[in-house]
């Protein structure tokens, strides 16, 4: 999975160096995986927002960057 952030977004995130970057990579990948883009299956509830997130999708959001 793969997420391409702008400097403009970096810098209302409040990052401003690559150190920044790393100390706020797990909080940035939370972002991107939870409140920008879902993965959805699809099901006959119009309201799309109530589908069930991908089991799959799921595991990409649980990804944690520099934690051991």
């Not at 810098?11 to 939370?30: A, F, G, P």
């Not at 119009?46 to 520099?66: C, D, M, S, Y």
Request: proline fraction near 1%; charge should be negative; aromatic fraction near 12%.
């Amino acid at each position: 999975m793969e997420f391409q952030l702008k400097r403009i977004v970096l810098k209302q995130m409040s990052v401003n160096t690559v150190d920044e970057l790393i100390e706020y990579s797990n909080d940035i990948w939370r972002y991107c995986t939870q409140e920008w883009l879902r993965l959805a299956l699809e099901d006959t509830n119009k309201n799309i927002t109530r589908w069930k997130t991908h089991p799959l999708w799921t595991a990409i959001e649980q990804v944690r960057f520099g934690e051991d």
